[in-house]
């Protein structure tokens, strides 16, 4: 199976469960199943060509130029990831399929988790470092909407947003981190930056990248003192949990330390950075768990502790120590997982998972409880069962470990009692639960045993616990080599997967764990409740929370003290220190550096002078009627706007000269609509005394000065950038537009072709703007009394006061100034169509394009609402906006990344020659279907501003009394 095939499996069917109906729970879980269940055999078939170190790489071209392209990379350690992925991802769906209740929304709880896998697939295949980051957000993302999956409790809502932010800060720093590693080595390619291991690790910047880097690791592996989140992540269902705290979203911190082991360990930074916070976070869990009353809680601190000693493994830089962290992440993630599934059946068959209310139940559910001892037993280290192996291969690198004589002394002891309290905690959850008295009087259901299905995936994952510490170097031998090969990234240690080793220190150290925590369970048991009570307090004055609460509840109060001193209730002044940052930097980065160049300049002409001496006076005329005439403002707007039309014709550039003129009438017509929900801008003189109006007009000259500032310093730097030559870039794209792009027209093939991810961005943006503004109107209630303001606070002429009383009549007034009759408005709308579909058939070739054209069509639309209204026009023609911006973003992503089916970069154009019946050869590109996606986007966005407008207008009309 090819490994894209491995990543598009999952989020096709994510998609697919996220359009079933609430109630298809069956059909969610076999599509979440048989998704799971494909990649697992497709990634299996793999393992022959990954086994003795090889590799297997895909890429997909993205941005070539850039160095940017889709990279999947499979090798042993990447393989390992994607089979507990998969494979327990299959046994969590069989499991929520009988854990989800018939109220919960089975097709959303699927979709998530099938998004989830995808997401973690993208991790552990990535090739490139950015690709990588890229999923490691988007594990962030849907982690957080599968913890807060019963978004209707306030724990659910709480816990995902304090992962969300938690992991979400990492993630910036693991983006920075990476961004830094990638100019360290020259390249973002992971196999390069694998290979310059000892140029990293020398250059200067190491200690920032790699702070950088464990700071998103230790965020995502709930890292002291980054942990906090994990428990309180609770709140997700059980199969959630199971997933998340097994396989995927813990797991992935520590697989990127091992991921990128072999280029950043071997240094005293690592080792005491890495080191002391796996060994803070080991420690801190197994005490932690110890104290918990609730099941899930317990289990959330023991994988705190196991993943501390994984990390504290990886920082050894020790090759041996490396594979003994490979080896304990593959069997965390079995013993971990039965341990949640066991933990929801048991909450599902008693409704409770409170320790202290469970006792006996062994009696009740013999199979469960068995299932749930020999998980306990693997998660405590007993011999043969899995845990006990890799635990054993950690004791020996603590013992044997060649450092100071304080860490030579010190680690063999921290790790015994870790072993100790992970002991205890087994205990605890196993013969407390299990054995005892029955307390089925004290739970809310009389427990049984769960359906025999639901049990499944438990007996699957104990008996792989008993598999591999029975058999370890038949069963998991060839994995953990492979998976090693990768982490080591040379040849491996010699190691033994012996059950027998002779009395060793390791050994020694096993029995005293073993013995010291059942003593330490006991001693627990005497006055349990007060024991817990007082430890509970004391883990959550260590645990994080309070801290990240107190820090949020601050940096909440410090925003909201900014947006007092920074913000104001006007929206000029926040444009006007906009405006003026913007030019102090601006100015501040320029000063001294910008100058004109040697380009031939030709002589100026008085009759361009004269053409901006008029722009410049409408302008000005703009800025000074909107005290008075806001209509005659619009209308001398229009003039400069007309002048800057006249100036790109002037320079040669007719498609910005009509691209601009469509954009001038668009707006003027939208903004005359809108005109009547203004606020009055300035009263009458005699209404307000002299040192207010002094402070206006001290107002508009500053306004003014800003104004003429911000122009000019365009001005300055068009003219700086017109006297120079940059042939490099300009004659590439007048060289390469027809034979690259298919086009004559520079600037439309630019557009669609060269430049097309541009395009495609401010699409995007386009259709956000616009469904904006429509969801903002529709939540605007305008009040009866602006409708009716006093004579003296009304700004408009006295022709113009009835467009705040009546739409309708504002509505004709407004093309009473255009004096043009109604009926040959109405006729423009097909000449506006033909108009527009003139432009878009030759944009590719002569001046026009799917943007021209839009605008254009919105003008005949435009034109028909405001002298028919809104009633005629839906009724006759019967407009889809937010179909059509719909039409235009899957043509414009459609375009785009149809190039990659046939194996080219995203958004390589093709020209296709096709002999139409009448017409003979027909010359199409492809980009014509991405300047029809931009038409459609443009047309819809402007029609879904004008329904908004045009909707209000009728609101006000019948909030007034009207007709």
């Known amino acids: 199976m090819p490994l894209l095939a491995l990543l598009v499996i999952p989020l096709v069917a994510g998609a697919i469960a996220a359009l079933l109906p609430t109630s298809a729970r069956n059909r969610a879980a076999a599509l979440g199943g048989l998704a799971a269940v494909a990649g697992l055999v497709g990634v299996a078939l793999h393992f022959p060509e990954v086994r003795e170190g090889g590799l297997l790489v895909e890429r997909v071209a993205w941005v070539p130029s850039l160095g940017l392209d889709l990279v999947l990379r499979l090798d042993g350690l990447s393989w390992t990831f994607c089979v507990l992925v ?19 929304s089975a097709p959303r709880f699927f979709a998530f988790l099938l998004a989830f896998m995808g997401s973690m697939l ?11 980051a890229f999923f490691w957000e988007l594990t962030s993302l849907f982690s957080f909407l599968l913890i807060g999956y019963w978004n209707q409790r306030k724990d659910a809502q709480r816990g995902a947003r304090m992962a969300l932010t938690v992991t979400g800060m990492g993630g910036l720093c693991l983006i920075a981190g990476l961004l830094v590693l990638g100019q360290m080595a020259g390249s973002y390619e992971l196999d390069v930056v694998l290979g310059r291991a000892r140029e990293l690790k020398e250059h200067s910047l190491y200690p920032v990248a790699l702070v950088l880097i464990l700071m998103g690791a230790f965020t995502k592996s709930a890292q002291f003192p980054f942990h906090f989140w994990l428990p309180n992540a609770m709140a997700a269902p059980t199969p959630v949990s199971a997933y998340l705290h097994s396989a995927t979203m813990v797991k992935l911190g520590v697989f ?59 920082g050894l830089n020790s090759p041996l ?61 007993v011999p043969l069962l899995n845990g006990f192996l890799s635990k054993e291969m950690f004791f020996a690198e603590t013992v044997f470990i060649d450092a100071i004589p304080l860490v030579q002394w010190g680690l063999p002891i921290a790790a015994t009692l870790a072993g100790v309290g992970s002991v205890a905690y087994s205990l605890r959850f196993s013969a407390k639960v299990f054995f005892g008295p029955a307390s089925a009087r004290d739970t809310p259901r009389v427990p049984e045993e769960p359906p025999k299905w639901m049990r499944v995936p438990v007996e699957v994952l104990v008996l792989i616990c008993l598999v591999v510490g029975i058999a370890p170097a038949v069963s998991i031998g060839p994995v953990l080599e492979a998976a090693s090969l990768q982490v080591v990234g040379g040849p491996l240690p010699s190691y033994s ?37 007082r430890g509970e307090r004391r883990v959550k004055r260590f645990g994080g929370a309070r801290i990240f609460t107190v820090l949020l509840a601050r940096l909440t109060a410090a925003s909201g003290w900014t947006r007092h001193w920074l913000l104001t209730a006007g929206l000029q002044q926040q444009l006007l220190a906009m405006v003026v940052v913007t030019l102090l930097v601006g100015g501040l980065t320029l000063w001294g550096n910008i100058g004109t160049g040697e380009r031939p300049q030709v002589p100026l002409s008085p009759t361009f002078v004269a053409l901006w001496a008029v722009g410049g006076v409408a302008a000005v005329g703009a800025a000074w009627q909107a005290k008075f005439h806001r209509l005659a403002a619009l209308m001398l707007s229009g003039t400069a706007g007309a002048v800057s039309c006249v100036t790109f014709i002037w320079f040669s550039a007719p498609d910005l000269a009509l691209t601009q003129l469509t954009v001038e009438v668009v707006t003027t017509l939208l903004i005359l609509l809108g005109l009547r929900w203004l606020p009055p801008r300035e009263p009458a003189r005699g209404v307000y005394d002299k040192h207010t109006l002094r402070t206006a007009r ?52 630019m557009l669609v072709d060269f430049r097309g991810f541009d395009t495609f961005g401010e699409g995007v943006v386009l259709a956000l703007v616009a469904l904006t503004v429509y969801a903002l109107l ?185 007709e």
């Open 86 to 104: 998969l494979g327990i991802g299959a046994l969590v769906m069989l499991y929520a399929r009988y854990y989800l209740s018939a109220s919960d």
């Open 122 to 132: 993208g991790v552990v295949l990535s090739g490139n470092l950015l690709q990588l």
């Open 256 to 314: 990127l330390l091992a991921r990128l082991w072999p280029a950043l360990s071997g240094t005293e930074t690592w080792f005491w950075l890495v080191g002391s916070a796996g060994l803070v976070t080991l420690l801190f869990g197994a005490w932690a768990a110890l104290f918990q009353r609730d099941l899930k809680g317990l289990l959330a601190y023991s994988t705190i502790s196991h993943l501390g000693l994984v990390v504290l493994l990886l």
């Open 321 to 381: 120590a490396a594979v003994a962290a490979v080896f304990h992440l593959m069997n965390h993630a079995t013993f971990k997982a039965s341990l949640f599934m066991a933990v929801g059946i048991i909450d599902h068959e008693t409704g409770t998972r409170d320790i202290q209310r469970l006792s006996g139940l062994f009696r009740l559910m013999p199979i469960t409880g068995t299932l749930a001892v020999v998980a306990t037993a693997a998660m405590a280290g």
């Open 497 to 533: 997967l012996k059950l027998w080793h002779g009395f060793t220190p390791p050994l020694l150290m096993s029995a005293l764990a073993l013995c010291g925590g059942g003593l330490l369970y006991l001693g627990l048991r005497r006055r349990e409740a007060g024991r817990v009570r």
């Open 698 to 749: 001290v107002r508009r000259v500053r306004d003014f000065a800003v104004a003429v500032g911000a122009g000019g310093g365009m001005a300055i730097l068009a003219y700086a950038v017109m006297t120079r030559d940059f042939p490099e870039r300009t004659s590439f794209f007048l060289q390469h537009a027809l034979s690259g792009g298919g086009g004559r027209n520079v600037v439309n093939v």
């Open 778 to 962: 529709r939540r605007f209630r305008p009040a009866t009394e602006v409708m009716t303001l006093p004579p003296q606070q009304q700004v408009l002429p006295a022709d113009l006061q009835t467009d705040l009383v009546n739409p309708r009549q504002a509505r004709d007034t407004a093309v009473g100034y255009l004096m043009v009759p109604a009926v040959l408005i109405r006729l423009l709308l097909p000449v506006s169509g033909v108009v527009a579909a003139f432009f878009f058939v030759r944009g590719h070739n002569a001046p026009g394009g799917g943007f021209v054209a839009g605008l254009v069509m919105s003008v005949g639309f435009l034109l028909q609402y405001l002298v028919s209204g809104t009633e005629w026009v839906e009724e006759r023609l019967r407009l889809a906006p937010r179909t059509l911006i719909a039409v235009g973003l899957l043509l414009v992503l459609g375009t785009a990344v149809g190039s990659f089916v046939v194996g080219y970069p995203l958004l390589t154009s093709h020209t296709f020659h096709v002999k139409a019946p009448v017409l003979g050869e027909v010359h199409l590109g492809s980009a014509t279907f991405f300047d029809l996606g931009v038409f459609c986007l443009v047309l819809g966005s402007t029609l879904f501003i004008l329904v908004a407008l045009a909707h209000q207008s009728i609101r006000a009309h019948r909030a007034t009394g009207g």
